[in-house]
């Protein structure tokens, strides 16, 4: 599986974006996804995740009622949709797919990461 980040750009506080995570290969529909975040001189961070059938989304405190997961698994792709952002989301955003371990999701597959700028 092949992922592929797209969306990110710069956006203004209080505005929105909404990131895209396309994959090539039939198993996507089969595996978890997640939304990871990098800002310079932090550690990468979750941020969101959903299950291989869309029924289960889960969110970091941080992004939670800002932010919402959603999938289209009939279109290989994987959405993250930011209101509300903030100079603290500013960072690259990687999606990460993978499946489930069964007590935790595995991240096997990575895409390359989208640049999210958020100016005040």
């Known amino acids: 599986v092949q992922l592929q980040a797209s969306g990110g750009g710069l956006v203004q506080a209080g505005g929105s974006l909404r990131l895209s995570c396309a994959a090539s290969?039939?198993?996507?529909?089969?595996?978890?996804v997640g939304w990871f975040r990098q800002a310079p001189g932090k550690e990468r961070e979750f941020v969101a995740r959903?299950?291989?059938?869309?029924?289960?989304?889960y969110y970091a405190n941080s992004v939670k009622d800002r932010f919402t997961i959603s999938r289209d698994n009939a279109k290989n792709t994987v959405y993250l949709q930011m209101n509300s952002l903030n100079a603290e989301d500013a960072a690259v955003y990687y999606c990460?797919?993978?499946?489930?371990?069964?007590?935790?999701?595995?991240?096997?597959?990575w895409g390359q990461g989208t640049l999210v700028t958020v100016s005040s």
């Open positions: 959903i299950t291989w059938t869309g029924g289960s989304t």
């Open positions: 990460a797919a993978g499946y489930w371990a069964g007590s935790s999701q595995r991240y096997d597959y």
């Open positions: 290969g039939r198993a996507f529909s089969s595996y978890g």
